[in-house]
């Protein structure tokens, strides 16, 4: 089976999710502009989706992704990394996202 490069998103895609759902700046507080941003799925089990890819720094997106896993290689929330203060942001930036996908269709 051929393995496609395709992501389920588009420039648009990565615009609204940059400029519009997380107004240019990191997910994480204080909600810095990042100097290298970079587009990080929040939870790693599921698919990239309008939803589930936040703005972080390059460097918290990197830790981001190696504290994904515990010692025995299972993936952990990453509420337990970040906590629940960013978790809710998440969850409400979730919200945005279907409001906007009812808006557009």
Known sequence: MPHSSRLPIDEDDVS??????????SVLPPHEVPTRPALVRWDLTRPVTLDNCVVMELKDADRHIKSSRDADGKLVDARTVWGQAVQDIIDSRS??????QEWNA
């Open 95 to 100: 919200r945005e996202v279907a409001r906007y």
């Open 16 to 25: 609204f999710i940059f400029e519009d759902l997380h107004r240019g700046r």
